[in-house]
């Protein structure tokens, strides 16, 4: 075990299962992430193992299948799983905060349906907020469902979106989309949006009646897991399929599902950017000029106590935040600042790690030049830099507000 990115307290369960992760990732990922990565391939065999391990199922209870571990095991395993290649705890991500959208405010029967296949791995989840054009503007969505005739949970609803960016959507069976469902009982437009909860089957083309997944979107890096587009055009569906089963309520579900998706954000943050520092001190120590190692020239070894110091700060903020959601309490502010700080952190260590391979870090015979081109990724997803500094700062002045 690295001295770096220690986490005290743990159970000898958690330990012991991260431990087990850790041995996962070093037998049966890093060994094929580069051929997988450079093919752009899904990485099957790799997900296969993780369903047999019970990754599916980590935070989902007991009671329905899963191992019911918290948050913050369950972050720590994603840290481990990102360290040997991102784009696998990209395709945990958005299942798991699927899962948790099901369990915080599902139906008990949504839940009963849902929730045991998911533990498994036999149901795969997505989630769908963004649209092309959109941004971080979520109030400005124009993807719209209507409703029909019925009542209850058989009243119809007549769905049709473009939406944009989904991690698994053609993996995926199951997505949660984002909709417009104007009933007029608001002005306000976050009371007008509602979570449907999507099947269809896994693939590119028409997977269902009425929804298409056009095919994978080509990207600089974060390659091997599936990024699509999903055009819903006449997609009937009914309100048993609305996320807990009122509609209006549909931008707090995903606000409630991002914010959980920080602490995810922020752990894959460390696991890359401690990968990168690995690389990067290990080459140190290979390579010399001059008569020596450049791991003794003052320079690279500045570089490397920089690198290392900005590993263990962004994990242990990312573990506050995810404690601090274990114990029931508000962390968007923890999570704001963990993924924020995580995010630039590890763009900055993969950059620096970069540079102590000089030449070399160019190439793709080198692990680095993979990193170079998955950390951007993290500097986006889940928000900004600007959309989590806009948040940290609301929340610092409602923190500390004058009493006037």
């Known amino acids: 075990m690295s001295r770096l990115q220690r986490t005290e307290g743990l159970t000898d369960e958690q330990s012991e299962l991260i431990k087990l992760v850790r041995q996962f990732v070093e037998e049966q990922i890093i060994p094929v992430a580069q ?60 299942h798991f905060i699927v899962a948790y959208m099901l369990l915080q405010h599902g139906t008990e029967e949504q839940k009963q349906r849902y929730l045991p296949r998911m533990a498994t791995g036999e149901v795969r989840g997505a989630f769908s907020m963004s649209e092309p054009g959109l941004g971080s503007d979520v109030a400005a969505i124009k993807s719209k469902a209507v409703a029909g005739e019925g009542e209850g ?44 909860l999507v099947e269809k089957e896994p693939g ?65 943050a460390c696991g890359l950017s401690r990968r990168a520092f690995e690389l990067g001190i290990a080459y140190a120590q290979q390579r010399e000029t001059f008569g020596k190692q450049i791991a003794q020239h003052q320079a690279i070894m500045f570089r490397l106590a920089d690198m290392a110091t900005k590993v263990e700060a962004a994990h242990q903020m990312m573990v506050k935040a995810a404690r601090i959601k274990d114990k029931g309490e ?26 102590i391979h000089g030449g070399y870090g160019y190439s793709k015979e080198y692990e680095i030049e993979r ?9 986006i ?24």
């Not at 752009?40 to 047999?52: A, C, N, Q, R, S």
């Open 330 to 355: 508000r962390n968007d502010l923890e999570a704001g600042m963990a993924k924020y700080l995580a995010a630039e952190y590890c763009a900055d260590v993969v950059e620096q790690s970069f540079r």
């Open 35 to 94: 051929d997988l990565e450079h093919a752009d391939e899904y990485p099957t065999d790799i997900v296969e193992g993780m369903k047999e391990m019970g990754i599916f199922g980590l935070m989902i209870p007991e009671e329905y299948g899963g191992l019911g571990e918290s948050l913050l095991t369950y972050a720590l395993c994603v840290e481990e799983i990102a360290r040997g290649w991102m784009s696998v705890s990209g395709i945990i991500n958005t």
């Open 371 to 379: 990193l170079y081109r998955e950390a951007p990724m993290l500097l």
């Open 381 to 404: 997803g889940e928000g900004t830099a600007e959309i989590q500094k806009m948040i940290i700062g609301r929340r610092l002045l409602e923190e500390y507000a004058l009493k006037r």
């Open 153 to 196: 949970e058989d009243q119809k609803w007549t769905v049709n979106a473009q939406k944009m960016w989904l991690t698994n959507g053609g993996s995926s069976n199951l997505v949660a989309v984002l909709v417009k469902t104007d009933l007029g009982e608001s002005d306000s437009p976050y009371k007008n949006m509602t979570t449907f």
């Open 204 to 268: 590119f083309g028409q997977t269902a009646q009425g929804v298409t997944v056009p095919g994978k979107i080509e990207k600089m890096g974060y390659k091997g897991v599936d990024t699509t587009e999903l055009v819903l055009e006449g997609h009937e569906t009914t309100s048993a399929q609305i996320l807990g089963g009122v509609p209006g309520k549909g931008f707090y579900q995903m606000m409630d599902g991002v914010e959980v998706g920080r602490v995810n954000v922020a752990a894959r």
